[in-house]
């Protein structure tokens, strides 16, 4: 909380100092140009059942639990990072979300960016426009033009911060005898991520990396050896949705990647700034670097696939959860093409889908339980075999 | 049953004669263009229960009824119109639909149309070329060029159609004291205009509304007097979804007017085909026609509502239905922003969201009969008042 606060009163002396403070819901955001410009990026708070049942006078029940309640935070005025915002990154990429930026706007300001459904050539172009379009809004809020220099420098702060949290995901998933920090952990900072300064936090997860590297040194990892090594697919966990993780940990499985917006999709890729020389080859770059974005928003998406046939390779694991957030039609069917694939390669995948309610705790639990079981016994099967 | 395999002997005479034959779920499907090429565009299976458990295998449970039913007639191969077409016609207005297409996708040709998600120049710019994409389609399904001719003459023809759906339309709303047809038949005649050969059906309806037009002549209502008039707004019905239907008949109101898809919202614009002399003309004009069309998956979409409280004016209603299939989010979450305009204007408006399982005739009888008890008590009140 004092950290919250903390960071806030930072949003507000940028904001004083006429530096943009933009709210997000989605990683589309080109964040290197409202960094470039001085200003904060931060996610809104999404992840809270307490502010579901207020928003549901405006917002009809069955739609993904993250939208409602960051639409509460708004609606309750609660969520500090809402309310300092000059204004709110709407987008299209889910449907849900772009009709209730409507019913938001009425709150608060919000700029749309129009994602496209395909990534064709044309597509790619207006894509293009929308991220010109977005710097423009930052100028207007700042009053000033935004340089070249500037976003070139925003954009290098980003990546770093990207480079740090892609050292994270490397120290948690790749040494396949030692995980040197526990999944709440992981996904905690990467949550943390989405809201304090991208130089102090590149500095902080740098430092803990370093602690990390020393503890594999020593071999020394927070799980037991054996326990099964899970990737988590899908949808992002904004704080504080830790149920997953919590129902993995107390049935004894070590979650050591999370591919989802809050994970490996948001700092997977970095912005190339080798030779930008002019203001049309950074836009391009940018464009470059959000295109690779594999949201399920995307039709075809073929490209996710094949990533998370490489990521399960490289991390050694044992088995992956796709997990959804309720009513996230296109998480939700692209799970079937996934886990498809997944069968075809004899990967192990449990499917959750669930929402912020506490009510399918113990039945998440039992259900991976269940999964850790099968896993366990398939390790000591080949064990056994390779004797 | 005769006429639907009636309908696909005549479907598969076309395809012999190399005319195509396609598949539609949406009504952004340019059919004046399949028309013109000689074919047949129609709507598939896709509102029964009875397919559903089977496509639950490939998709997830909470998705729309619709989309899974249809899916599930392709899958149990039970759809002749399915079976029989060249290739069914898949869009982006509805991101479970964009997502299980590629699904669909192992089981039948899809051609996709990108519809975007808001109506800018730009927009529509690329949404005139899908246009193209989709005439070029057809022409490779018929090996040979589609003239301005033959495009002009299939515009001419389903113009047609869609004035004598405008003419039953008056017929069943615009007179307040005669109601000269069923709801369940008015319904059940838009229902059949997205199977039957366009020219036969345009003159069969002209026929009926010839007949309708001598029963309000001769005062003839199927309703009592003073029976609340009722519009539905929202999803589409397709048969043998008459679940609300059913259940405003029984308790007593007279349903005067569908605003879905598969109602008011396919047939109320007409392709203007005045000194049409060229082909790039002919494309702008299905534009112009196509983006008048106010579906949910527009950003913003206010003119809905505009639309909506004048055709209330028109029609003299008492109340209106909004209606929604379950996990529907464009109509769902646009539900607040029709409802709230509506309460402005003092126009009594319930909400029912359902599907196609049986479960909820009860409940939903038991709502829509409160809500009629509500309107007939504030008629009489008024009527009161008058004296």
Known sequence: MKFQWQRIAEINQLRADKKPAVGTFCIFVPEEIIVGAG????????????????????LPRNICPLIKSAHGFKFQRT????????????????????????????????????????KREKDLKMWKEEIEDFKSHVEEVTGKKLSLEEMKEGTKIVNEKRKALQRLDALRGIN?????????????ITQIG?????????????????????????????????????????????????????????????????????????????VDLDSVEDEDTMMDRLLQRYTQVDCACFTPNTQRI?????????????????YTLSFCHTYNVESFLVSEALEKEGI?????????????????????????????????AKAFKDL
């Not at 904060?40 to 405006?58: F, H, K, P, Q, W």
């Not at 930026?101 to 395909?118: A, F, G, Q, S």
């Not at 500095?203 to 803990?208: A, D, F, I, S, T």
């Open 348 to 380: 192990p995948c449990l499917i959750i889908e669930s929402d912020y309610s506490p009510e399918d705790v113990g039945q998440i639990k039992t259900r991976v339980e269940a999964f850790l079981e099968s896993l366990t016994f398939k390790k000591k």
């Open 79 to 118: 969520c500090g990072y809402t309310q300092f915002s000059d204004f709110i990154y709407g987008e299209t990429t889910c449907e849900a979300k772009k009709k209730t930026r409507e019913i938001l706007d009425k709150h608060h300001p919000v700029h749309v960016m129009n994602i496209p459904h395909m």
């Open 194 to 270: 989405f809201m304090d300064d991208p130089l102090r936090y590149t500095q902080k997860v740098n430092e803990l990396c370093d602690e990390l590297d020393k503890r594999i040194e020593e071999n020394n990892s927070v799980f037991e050896k054996d326990t099964p090594r899970l990737m988590i697919l899908g949808t992002p966990f904004a704080p504080p949705n830790w149920k997953l993780h919590g129902a993995v940990k107390t049935t004894g499985g070590a979650i050591i990647n999370e591919e989802s917006c809050i994970g490996h999709r948001y700092y997977k890729d970095n």
């Open 39 to 58: 200003g904060a990026c931060y996610g809104l708070c999404g992840g809270s059942n307490a502010t579901i049942a207020d928003t549901e006078t405006e």
């Open 176 to 188: 396949p005898d030692v995980i040197p920090i526990s999944a709440k952990d992981g996904l905690l």
């Open 306 to 322: 094949d990533k998370i046939l490489q990521m399960y390779k490289d991390r050694k694991a044992d088995g992956v959860i796709y």
